[in-house]
Nanobody, 124 residues
Framework: QVQLVESGGGLVQAGGSLRLSCAASGRTFSNYDMGWFRQAPGKEREFVAAIRWRGGTTYYADSVKGRFTISRENAKNTVYLQMNSLKPEDTAVYYC?????????????????WGRGTQVTVSS
């Protein structure tokens, strides 16, 4: 069992930055693929970014590429999402997800464990 807790969300003006954190507990964090997803009101949950535990390969949605950076610090059991140049359309609840082996990192079905989310609101 893995427990995930997100933090770092808040209200920011367009063009600003936020860094989200996801703290994991339970099993060996370093052996899990980690992902960030987001869900805006009335929309489906969508992929944002992911990082493999083996090799640290990263993946990004086209909408955030060049603006967001995912990273992990295994010693602290934490994965981060650095978000720069934020836009109003980035407003959503952001969720952290984990799986031993996420076959398709962009799919919500690939992840077994989920956090409860943290709200990010970007004002124009």
């Amino acid at each position: 069992q893995v427990q995930l807790v997100e933090s770092g969300g808040g209200l920011v003006q367009a063009g600003g930055s936020l860094r989200l954190s996801c703290a994991a507990s339970g099993r060996t964090f370093s052996n899990y693929d980690m992902g960030w997803f987001r869900q805006a009101p009335g929309k489906e949950r969508e992929f944002v970014a992911a990082i493999r535990w083996r090799g640290g390969t990263t993946y990004y949605a086209d909408s955030v590429k060049g603006r967001f950076t995912i990273s992990r610090e295994n010693a602290k059991n934490t994965v981060y999402l650095q978000m720069n140049s934020l836009k109003p359309e980035d407003t959503a609840v952001y969720y952290c997800a984990a799986d031993v082996r996420a076959m398709v990192v962009t799919s919500t079905r690939a992840y077994e464990y989920w956090g409860r989310g943290t709200q990010v609101t970007v004002s124009s």
